[in-house]
C-alpha cells in the first residue's frame, strides 16, 4: 500500500534562511508527486508536481523539489524563506487510479 | 474564472443529523473529488465522481454518500454524523483523472458536529 510520510509536523526558519521539507514515500510503483500548499482557512494550492520527466522539479514562489528514487524522497526547498511562506505544506503521492494520498503537512513558521 | 466553489463556508450540526455539502468545479472541469481534512492531519480521500458515478472511494462508512449532477457540480452527504465527522471537507476538481492531472481545490467547508 502506497503512503507518504512528512518528517517534522513543524518546521520554523529565520527570513532568508534555506527551508528544507522533508517527504518520503511507499510505493510498488513510481508515484506522481506533489506538494500543496495551505494557508489559513484555505483550500490547498499546487507547488509543484512531479511525473518522471526531469527529477529536479520547479516550482511557484521559488520553491522546487527533488525526486530522489534510491532515497524514496522528495524534499522540498527554497534558498531564502519569506515572510509570507508561513502556511502548512503537504506532500501527496499517486500511483494510479483516481485516489491522491497526502502526507500529515508540515507547519512552516518564518522568524522575523 | 471563479474557480472551485463549495458551500456552505461553515456548519454546525447536532450528532444523529444529516448533511449536504456542496461543491461547484472550476470551469471546464468534468471531474469531482472530495476529501475529509480533520484538524492536524492531511487531507483523505472519501470518493471521486465522473460523469455523475462514483469512481472510486477510499476507507469511508456507507454513511458517506454524494452525487454528481449534469453539469459537474457534486454534493456530499453524511448521515447519521458522529462528533468524528467534524473536519474540514475539501472539493477538488479536475479534467479527467490521469495520475499527474492536477487537481483545483476549494476552501472547504468547516462542519462542526456537537
Known amino acids: 500500500a502506497q503512503s507518504v510520510t512528512q518528517l517534522g509536523s513543524h518546521v520554523s526558519v529565520s527570513e532568508g534562511a534555506l527551508v528544507l521539507l522533508r517527504c518520503n514515500y511507499s510505493?510498488?510503483?513510481?508515484?506522481?508527486l506533489f506538494w500543496y500548499v495551505q494557508y489559513p482557512n484555505q483550500g490547498l494550492q499546487l507547488l509543484l508536481k512531479?511525473?518522471?520527466?526531469?527529477?529536479l522539479v520547479k516550482g511557484i514562489n521559488g520553491f522546487e523539489a527533488e525526486f530522489k528514487k534510491s532515497e524514496t524522497s522528495f524534499h522540498l526547498t527554497k534558498p531564502s524563506a519569506h515572510m509570507s511562506d508561513a502556511a502548512e505544506y503537504f506532500c501527496?503521492?499517486?500511483?494510479?487510479?483516481?485516489?491522491?494520498?497526502f502526507g500529515a503537512g508540515t507547519r512552516l513558521f518564518v522568524k522575523a | 474564472d471563479a474557480g472551485v466553489t463549495q458551500s456552505p463556508t461553515h456548519l454546525i450540526k447536532t450528532r444523529g443529523q444529516q448533511v449536504t455539502l456542496r461543491c461547484s468545479p472550476k470551469?471546464?472541469?468534468?471531474?469531482v473529488s472530495w476529501y475529509q481534512q480533520a484538524l492536524g492531519q492531511g487531507p483523505q480521500f472519501i470518493f471521486q465522481?465522473?460523469?455523475?458515478?462514483?469512481?472510486q472511494r477510499g476507507n469511508f462508512p456507507d454513511r458517506f454518500s454524494g452525487h454528481q449532477f449534469p453539469n459537474y457540480s457534486s454534493e456530499l452527504n453524511v448521515n447519521a454524523l458522529l462528533l468524528g465527522d467534524s473536519a474540514l471537507y475539501l472539493c477538488?476538481?479536475?479534467?479527467?483523472?490521469?495520475?499527474?492531472?492536477?487537481?483545483?481545490f476549494g476552501q472547504g467547508t468547516r462542519l462542526t458536529v456537537v
Open positions: 477538488a476538481s479536475s479534467l479527467g483523472s490521469g495520475r499527474n492531472t492536477e487537481a483545483f
Open positions: 510505493s510498488s510503483v513510481p508515484p506522481y
Open positions: 512531479y511525473t518522471s520527466a526531469a527529477t
Open positions: 501527496a503521492a499517486n500511483t494510479g487510479g483516481f485516489k491522491t494520498i
Open positions: 470551469s471546464g472541469h468534468d471531474t
Open positions: 465522481y465522473y460523469e455523475e458515478e462514483e469512481r
